[in-house]
């Protein structure tokens, strides 16, 4: 270490970095866990700060802490909010003691060092402003986290999937619109089926995202009940008269959107069922991501010796061994993405399973990274996808109407005209020939009541 100040907790002295706004608590969470070298998002720390900004303002209207020094840490907080200072401050790996304790402390000493600071004295003194007894004051850790947790979440989902789920499903509706009145083939288990229109197959996708987002408003709407003002286990204990009341007007405020009370806080402590709902609906938009992505790939497959009925962007050279290939790599990458966050709702299922035990969820860094995690790349894989390939698909018509032409499934529409075991006949006898239905229907010289033409359009089948 460079230069550096000595600090003292109860469990004795340890040397902090002389210019870090963090503290002994921190520096001891920095040496003692050491592990993945991940750090808590931007995102998350932020929305601790709002949390820790709600609770000062509350205990500032009560009178339970002292108006200069709340202004000086209201300051310091809004530095943060505001302009983005002190994010570099925040060093602790994500995989700590499952309540989020250090990573409060952090914050709780970054925000006391500052105001410190702005009131003339040096930081690591704890005082006048102490990262206890003031900035976490009618709080614990077991409240703060968790509220911390649904504020990063709601922002996540709100200022980034929302709107990346819109822009998905506007262009959806746009290639709909583009692909009406082109029928093909239809398939079933990977093998050729009745004709059906290609926009039905994507207003199917539309029709998937639509449910996801109303789903998502749902789940969001649940995010909104907080625990703040249980503290430790959900009683209350320390926290002043009418602390959780003010915190939540002031977080309201904050949020952009109403904030409400668990009426047993206890519960919103113990177990985090509301997030893992959330991640619920996360893997169902995965879900409806693997679908679609994995449709456009098999009808962009070929040129020549796949179905060959879409035709993908060129973006980029698809291999460095074959010239002139091109792979349909937005959608593998939109199948990776949703991949991991499935991956990532096993985690969160399993740490709401195996964490909650008793009294207190101990494993909420672990829940709210993946979650934060899955939501992200959830925005930008669905952002890249509509850019990069879906706003660029074009039917290959000439291809889908020579398939269409040799597909034996049209025969289906002779059933109840000829019955199911003749119209079996048919379509084994076509597909020993080689012929289309139509050519095996003249060649067996079956009769058939009415114009054959009009009986055989496919796009009277749609």
């Known amino acids: 270490m460079k230069k550096a100040r000595t600090e003292k907790d109860v469990l004795g002295e340890l040397d902090v970095p002389a210019d870090a ?9 920095i040496e003692n866990f050491q592990i993945s070298g991940l750090r808590f998002s ?44 002190f994010l570099d401050q925040f060093p602790i790996d994500v995989f700590q003691t499952g309540s989020g304790t250090q990573t409060n402390m952090n914050m709780n000493e970054v925000l ?20 206890n007894d003031h900035i976490n004051k009618g709080q614990s850790s077991n409240d703060v986290i ?33 692909f009406e009145g082109i029928v093909k083939v239809g398939r079933t288990h990977l093998q050729d089926a009745v004709p059906i229109p290609l926009s039905t197959e994507f207003e199917v996708y ?24 249980g503290t430790a286990l959900g009683t209350g204990l320390n926290a002043p008269n009418g602390f959780a009341e003010r ?40 879900l409806a991501c693997i679908k679609m992505a994995n449709d456009v790939r098999w009808m962009g497959s070929g040129p020549r010796a796949g179905l060959g ?46 964490g909650s035990m008793l009294d207190l969820n101990v494993t909420k860094p672990v829940m709210i990274m993946n979650l934060l995690d899955s939501i992200r790349i959830l925005s930008n894989g669905i952002k890249s996808f509509v850019k990069h390939c879906l706003e660029g698909l074009k039917a290959n018509t000439n291809h889908i109407e020579l398939q269409l032409e040799q597909n034996l499934m049209i025969v289906t529409r002779l059933t109840p005209i000829i019955g199911y075991d003749k119209a079996s006949e048919v379509a084994k006898a076509a597909h020993s020939s080689g012929k289309t239905i139509r050519e095996t229907l003249l060649d067996m010289k079956l ?16």
Request: with cysteine.
């Open 21 to 29: 706004y963090w503290g002994i608590n921190t520096q001891r969470a």
């Open 42 to 85: 931007q995102r998350f720390i932020l929305s601790l700060a709002k949390v820790k900004k709600a609770c000062l303002l509350s205990n500032m209207e009560s009178g339970d802490l002292d108006e200069g020094l709340g202004n000086a840490v209201l300051q310091a907080v809004d530095e943060m909010l505001d302009e983005k200072r």
């Open 112 to 131: 006391a060092n500052r105001a410190n600071e702005i009131l003339g004295h040096p930081k690591g003194m704890k005082s006048p402003v102490h990262p």
């Open 146 to 178: 968790p509220t911390a947790m649904h504020l990063a979440a709601m922002d996540a989902i709100t200022v980034d999937l929302l709107p990346s789920i819109e822009t998905l499903i506007q262009a959806l509706e746009q290639k709909t619109k583009q």
């Open 206 to 229: 539309r029709q998937q995202f639509d449910a996801v987002s109303k789903a998502l408003h749902s789940a969001l709407d649940e995010l909104t009940v907080i625990p703040i003002g």
């Open 247 to 286: 915190v939540t007007k002031h977080l309201s405020d904050l949020a952009g959107r109403p904030i409400k009370i668990n009426p047993v806080k206890a519960e919103g402590i113990a177990s985090h069922s509301k997030l893992v709902a959330m991640s619920g609906t996360l893997r169902q938009l995965a």
């Open 309 to 354: 009925e879409l035709l993908l962007p060129q973006n980029e050279p698809g291999s460095s061994i074959m010239p002139g290939k091109i792979n349909p790599t937005q959608a593998e990458a939109l199948i990776q993405v949703s991949l991991q966050v499935m991956g990532n709702d096993s985690t969160i299922a399993l740490a709401e399973g195996f």
């Open 447 to 462: 009769e058939i009541d009415g114009d054959l033409g009009e009986i055989l359009d496919p796009t009277k089948m749609v």
